[in-house]
């Protein structure tokens, strides 16, 4: 089973996370965001890996270092639970529509990070968390997940609907990426036999 546990403590948050890849998308959530906490169940969900999340920050400032740590916990979970990379898929994508919104979706397991982000909004917040956060989150779990990630809302109004189709979109693109490859399961899916995150793949 591909499991792990992430704790991140520092003056701002301390933040836990044990995941299985192999599960059932089975979720415990509890941030002290309730926006965040919605968007995180969605990702559990929807990739089939189970989460469980513990988050304290300062939230009493602003959601943005809670939200960025939890963006790299989870991240450096998944990034600790599939070790070398052997026998994954490497690749997944998604195009995810939500009523009036269609968001695309593009992730490659490469261990090298880079976020593409083509997502606009139409109102600097959603409840009491800022819309512009929500870059943050991808931007940090990209970084400490060692994925490639595109994300591009192409059309949508509903600003709820445009966030919840990027964690809904990454949840199946991750889906698909992690999945052991039962024709490959023993081999890094490299030419150079390695996902070091240094060179071309």
Not at 41 to 47: C, D, F, K, N
Not at 71 to 84: L, P, S, T
Not at 160 to 166: A, F, G, M, T
């Amino acid at each position: 089973m591909r499991q792990a546990r992430v704790e991140r403590l520092t003056k701002e948050t301390r933040v836990t996370a044990v995941i299985n890849i192999d599960g059932a998308g089975v979720y415990d959530v509890k941030t002290g965001i309730g926006f965040l906490d919605h968007m995180m169940e969605q990702l559990s969900r929807h990739s089939l890996i189970d989460l469980t999340l513990r988050a304290e920050g300062d939230l009493h400032i602003d959601f943005h270092h809670t939200t960025e740590d939890t963006g790299i916990v989870v991240g450096e979970a998944i990034a600790k639970a599939i070790g070398d990379r052997r026998g994954i898929m490497r690749y997944g994508d998604a195009l995810i529509p939500m009523d009036e919104t269609l968001t695309r979706i593009a992730l490659d397991a490469s261990n090298r990070p880079y976020l593409i982000w083509k997502v606009n909004f139409s109102r600097p917040k959603l409840g009491d968390m800022d819309t512009e956060l929500f870059k943050e989150w991808f931007q940090a779990f990209a970084q400490a997940a060692g994925v490639t990630l595109h994300i591009e809302t192409l059309y949508g109004e509903n600003n709820h609907h445009i966030v919840e189709s990027c964690y809904k979109g990454l949840a199946r693109a991750l889906r698909q990426a992690l999945t052991i490859d039962p024709r490959k399961a023993d081999a890094v899916p490299s030419t150079k036999g390695t996902l070091s995150g240094t060179l071309p793949a």
